[in-house]
């Protein structure tokens, strides 16, 4: 559906998703951890430009453990 690709998870447990979509435009509507809702991906974040120094602002959920089964 053309929307960035999937990187890995954050701490929190969310999706953590390239800066970029496939057209090489950023997403809008991104929160102030830079995650955003949608009906396919649920909350998600996307990561910041490169050399921002980080990945997201903030978690939005305390981190903790989880597993992921394959």
Do not use: C, Q, W
Not at 58 to 68: H, I, K, N, T
């Amino acid at each position: 559906d053309a929307h960035a690709a999937m990187i890995g998870y954050a701490m929190d447990g969310y999706g953590l998703f390239e800066n970029l979509d496939e057209s090489g435009k950023e997403s809008t509507g991104l929160d102030g951890s830079r995650g955003h809702y949608d009906t396919k991906r649920g909350y998600h974040y996307h990561v910041a430009t490169a050399g921002a120094n980080s990945f997201i602002n903030s978690f939005r959920v305390l981190p903790g453990s989880f597993a992921v089964t394959l």
